[in-house]
Antibody, heavy 126, light 111 residues
Framework: QVQLQESGPGLVKPSQTLSLTCTVSGVSISGDDCYWSWIRQPPGKDLELIGY???????YYNPSLGNRVSMSVDTSSNRFSLSLTSMTAADTAVYYC??????????????????WGQGTLVTVSS | QSVLTQPPSVSGAPGQRVTISCTGTSSNIGAGYAVYWYQQVPGAAPKLLID???YRPSGVPDRFSASKSGSSASLAITGLQAEDEADYHCQSYDSGLSGPVFGSGTKVTVL
């Protein structure tokens, strides 16, 4: 059974960098032919994809976040991480890590999220 | 503002059928990309519920069904039960953004 668990600070000061880690169990990140994703949900608002990364390092970042986002994979510890710089109050949200077994072929793309972590609330406040 | 538009809320009595719409554009649903639906009970993470092809992960009852036409998709819940009270989110792929996009979410209330 695949399980994901987020870890990181619950409180971040404005302008600081958020660092979150997702620990994957039940499957090998490098052997599971999936993308590993970060999704967030501000209180009472919609889900927003932050981005996803493949074990090789290829991935996608939401253009709305500009160059504030970076992700990495550590196959030795079966974890992947998110870094989000220049945090503001607008970044206050529940952050989820998720597995994306999707792919794109010549005709379509099938990205979606079949397994989610429980989520971690990150509050930006001084 | 979400790329895909859903009604904020729908409601129904136990046993009734309710539908949730998800309206997109020619760069996502209208372009033929698959639509996925997630169920999120309060305080929990979203859970993959069903997709355009009516694939349901193990444990999801067949009371849930999905359809798509043009730039819109729909999720139907038949035989509504109290346990179906949750938020439902649609998700597809957008060629303009070159990535997945979510809907604005719909709260289902069982009367």
């Amino acid at each position: 059974q695949v399980q994901l668990q987020e870890s990181g600070p619950g409180l971040v000061k404005p302008s600081q960098t958020l660092s979150l880690t997702c620990t994957v169990s039940g499957v090998s990140i490098s052997g599971d032919d999936c993308y590993w994703s970060w999704i967030r949900q501000p209180p009472g608002k919609d889900l927003e994809l932050i981005g996803y990364i493949y074990f090789s390092g290829n991935g996608y970042y939401n253009p709305s976040l500009g160059n504030r986002v970076s992700m990495s994979v550590d196959t030795s510890s079966n974890r992947f991480s998110l870094s989000l710089t220049s945090m503001t109050a607008a970044d206050t949200a529940v952050y989820y890590c998720a597995r994306d077994p999707g792919f794109c072929n010549r005709t379509s793309c099938y990205h979606h999220f079949d397994t989610w972590g429980q989520g971690t609330l990150v509050t930006v406040s001084s | 503002q979400s790329v895909l538009t859903q009604p904020p809320s729908v409601s129904g009595a136990p046993g009734q059928r309710v539908t949730i719409s998800c309206t997109g554009t020619s760069s996502n649903i209208g372009a033929g990309y698959a639509v996925y639906w997630y169920q999120q009970v309060p305080g929990a993470a979203p859970k993959l519920l069903i997709d355009t092809y009516n694939y349901r992960p193990s444990g999801v009852p067949d009371r849930f069904s999905a359809s798509k036409s043009g730039s819109s998709a729909s999720l139907a819940i038949t035989g509504l039960q109290a346990e179906d009270e949750a938020d439902y989110h649609c998700q597809s792929y957008d060629s303009g953004l070159s990535g997945p996009v979510f809907g604005s979410g719909t709260k289902v209330t069982v009367l």
